[in-house]
């Protein structure tokens, strides 16, 4: 795979590189061009293993024995050691980014969708909120790669829960008093929380996976903050939450 970069002096403005529009990009390409380069590189293959190309397939490192789960039988690069550099398979795809009628600012056409579930407890005594539970529902097509997506998800939610509950970069006359991580409380991966991923896609909907980078924190501190009021009967309007607040709040239904 060789990554070409345009000319931005000749491109027209096609908004900006996010991370739905570069992945739906790669994934395209991947769908369209890997189907035709996979036959060329088994049909060159068969070539050099003597054998007819329906026997080999692709995997990890080269080509394998179709019906076993033998080791490589020709690494590619062994097969492109043994060819010109002109016989080398390519294959080239062209296409356009899906937009719509919209032409104003840097509008964004593909979307992730998600939702928060949490549960919290609010001591009576010192106003802290506790998290008994975390779940986030998240819709961003199908998964590429698992491990990056968890870690997107996860880090995510556990940075929502920093700046929603203990982070807090206080100032005064224009100055951070914070200054060190002693006084700046960052969360570990504490209590329960979960990851739930809806991989489909509404019928019709070809544009495949999205970018998931920021869908992870968006709906935490919402999520906690409707936790809070359902159970003190107060919405928190400011992060981190204050504990005087919270002790207010609980005050005044007395």
Same mark, same amino acid.
């Given at each position: +795979?060789?990554?070409?970069?345009?000319?931005?002096?000749?491109?027209?403005?096609?908004?900006?590189?996010?991370?739905?529009?570069?992945?739906? +990009?790669?994934?395209?390409?991947?769908?369209?061009?890997?189907?035709?380069?996979?036959?060329?590189?088994?049909?060159? =293959?068969?070539? +050099?293993?003597?054998?007819?190309?329906?026997?080999? &397939?692709?995997?990890?490192?080269?080509?394998? #024995?179709?019906?076993?789960?033998?080791?490589?039988?020709?690494?590619? *690069?062994?097969? %492109?050691?043994?060819?010109?550099? #002109?016989?080398?398979? +390519?294959?080239?795809? =062209?296409?356009?980014?899906? &937009?719509?009628?919209?032409?104003?600012?840097? %509008?964004?056409?593909?979307?992730?969708?998600?939702? /928060?579930?949490?549960?919290?407890?609010?001591?009576?005594?010192?106003?802290?909120?506790?998290?008994?539970?975390?779940?986030?529902?998240? =819709?961003?097509?199908?998964?590429?790669?698992?491990? =990056?997506?968890?870690?997107?998800?996860?880090?995510?939610?556990?940075?929502?829960?920093?700046?929603?509950?203990?982070?807090?970069? /206080?100032?005064?006359?224009?100055?951070?008093?914070?200054?060190?991580?002693?006084?700046?409380?960052?969360?570990?991966?504490?209590?329960?929380?979960?990851?739930?991923?809806?991989?489909?896609?509404?019928?019709?909907?070809?544009?495949?996976?999205?970018?998931?980078?920021?869908?992870?924190?968006?709906?935490?501190?919402?999520?906690?903050?409707?936790?809070? *009021?359902?159970?003190?009967?107060?919405?928190?309007?400011?992060?981190?939450?204050?504990? #005087? *607040?919270?002790?207010?709040?609980?005050?005044?239904?007395?």
């Amino acid at each position: +795979v060789v990554p070409m970069t345009g000319d931005t002096m000749l491109a027209p403005d096609s908004g900006s590189t996010t991370a739905s529009r570069g992945g739906y +990009v790669v994934w395209r390409v991947a769908r369209e061009a890997g189907a035709a380069l996979g036959a060329d590189i088994l049909a060159a =293959a068969a070539v +050099v293993l003597d054998r007819p190309a329906d026997d080999l &397939k692709i995997i990890p490192g080269g080509i394998g #024995e179709r019906l076993s789960n033998s080791d490589v039988l020709l690494s590619f *690069a062994d097969l %492109a050691a043994s060819m010109l550099p #002109e016989a080398l398979p +390519v294959a080239e795809i =062209a296409f356009e980014f899906p &937009k719509n009628d919209y032409s104003a600012g840097n %509008a964004r056409y593909i979307f992730a969708y998600g939702a /928060c579930l949490a549960r919290v407890a609010v001591n009576r005594v010192t106003g802290m909120v506790r998290v008994l539970d975390l779940s986030q529902h998240t =819709a961003a097509g199908p998964i590429i790669d698992v491990a =990056a997506y968890l870690g997107q998800m996860e880090g995510g939610l556990v940075q929502g829960l920093g700046f929603t509950l203990t982070e807090d970069a /206080c100032m005064r006359d224009g100055l951070y008093q914070t200054q060190n991580l002693d006084t700046y409380m960052l969360p570990g991966i504490r209590g329960t929380i979960r990851v739930l991923a809806l991989e489909d896609l509404d019928e019709g909907d070809t544009l495949g996976p999205r970018g998931a980078g920021e869908l992870g924190i968006g709906a935490i501190t919402p999520a906690l903050a409707n936790a809070v *009021a359902d159970a003190i009967g107060w919405l928190p309007t400011t992060i981190p939450f204050s504990p #005087e *607040a919270m002790l207010d709040a609980m005050g005044a239904r007395l």
